[in-house]
């Protein structure tokens, strides 16, 4: 039987990332008005009494901040008999502040990646696009 031969390891150049917009309060405080009103808006349309309590419901709309990420979650009930626990939360969008009052949009997809579509656009933008494609929406 013949030895495998070890590939030669070779020294690459690995330029350093750039680094993270630093989110200020102001803009914190501001984001965070402009998109509870739209959570309001959504909560008057998804927060309904189910109709069979067999299956996982959503009871509330939130959005919380981590680094630059503003991300917007739902909590849901889970009423079945056989479930591990009473509720539990998931992420469905996300903003992500890049500077100068600029911000990328993604929407988490089934299979837990985070798929960006829309890039450098303003807060107005941002929440227009989320209102206009369902997948910015929570289900």
């Not at 008057?44 to 503003?70: A, G």
């Not at 502040?97 to 579509?117: K, P, S």
């Amino acid at each position: 039987m013949a030895k495998k031969s070890k590939a030669k390891r070779v020294w690459m150049f690995a330029p350093a990332k750039a680094p993270k917009a630093k989110v200020t309060e102001e803009i914190k405080r501001q984001v965070e008005e402009t998109t509870n009103k739209l959570l309001d808006e959504w909560k008057t349309k998804y927060l309904q009494p189910p109709k069979d309590h067999q299956f996982n419901y959503i009871v509330d709309l939130y959005n919380t901040w981590y680094r630059c990420y503003l991300y917007f979650c739902a909590k849901y009930a889970c009423p079945s008999p056989m479930a591990i626990a009473p509720f539990f939360e998931a992420r469905y969008s996300r903003l992500e502040y890049v500077g100068e009052d600029r911000f990328n949009l993604a929407f988490m997809r089934h299979t837990g990646q985070w798929i960006e579509t829309h890039r450098d656009l303003t807060l107005d933008e941002c929440i227009e696009a989320m209102k206009l494609d369902p997948f910015y929406h929570p289900s």
